[in-house]
């Protein structure tokens, strides 16, 4: 069985200064894992996805994300925050032998301060 | 291309009627998934459509049911609404299962159960 655990519920920083949102995963299989950025009233839109190939992953908006297999984690990283930031971000695990189930974490609210 | 279209935007229900909500796939898509997203949480897979045949279903009562039309949109139905159904639903899009490709998420339909 998957599962995803986001560590943190709610998240606030700075402009300018670094974010980390961290996620831990649980899979029976080699999982594919995503990051998807939630804004307010609007879809939900892909940041970047780990299938297998490099462990650091590059998405859009400057956000970057590691797999780390023997920690289970698949932390996002930004190395400084922009007000457009502002947002509800969820990692996201899915089976490879899925016929794509898609399973979300419960989500982190991320606060961007002046 | 207009993406990942779903309809409609907003609805409002009594406990025990029954609501038809409705989705458009991303050209050249056709799988669609349903997640229901309720307020605070992250989405939950209700169920995934392909070639008009359910391939894949997660934990939700019969009382949700589905349907792919030949042209590949989508309509999920729930009978006998609770004021627990209240919540988001999110339509996603993909191609074929096993392609690896991501799933691209419409606006959802904000459904309000009183």
């Known amino acids: 069985a998957q599962s995803v655990t986001q560590l943190d519920s709610h998240v606030s920083v700075s402009e300018g200064t670094p974010v980390l949102l961290r996620c831990n995963y649980s899979?029976?299989?080699?999982?594919?894992l995503f990051w998807y950025v939630q804004h307010p009233n609007k879809g939900l839109q892909l940041l970047l996805k780990y299938t297998s190939a490099a462990t650091l992953v590059k998405g859009i908006n400057g956000f970057e994300a590691e797999f780390k297999k023997s920690e289970t984690s698949f932390h996002l990283t930004k190395p400084s925050a922009h007000m457009s930031d502002a947002a509800e971000y969820f990692c996201v695990v899915r089976e490879t032998d899925s016929w794509g189930k898609l399973q979300f974490g419960a989500g982190t609210q991320v606060v961007v301060t002046p | 291309d207009a993406g990942v279209t779903q309809s409609p935007t907003h609805l409002i229900k009594t406990r025990g009627q029954q609501v038809t909500l409705r989705c458009s796939p991303k050209?050249?898509?056709?799988?669609v998934s349903w997640y229901q997203q309720a307020l605070g949480q992250g989405p939950q897979f209700i169920f995934q459509?392909?070639?008009?045949?359910?391939?894949q279903r997660g934990n939700f009562p019969d009382r949700f049911s589905g349907h792919q039309f030949p042209n590949y949109s989508s309509e999920l139905n729930v009978n006998a609404l609770l004021l627990g159904d209240s919540a988001l639903y999110l339509c996603?899009?993909?191609?074929?299962?096993?392609?690896?490709?991501?799933?691209?998420f419409g606006p959802g339909t904000r459904l309000t159960v009183l």
């Open positions: 899979s029976s299989y080699s999982p594919s």
């Open positions: 996603a899009s993909s191609p074929p299962p096993g392609s690896g490709a991501e799933q691209f």
């Open positions: 050209s050249g898509h056709d799988t």
């Open positions: 459509y392909y070639e008009e045949e359910e391939r």
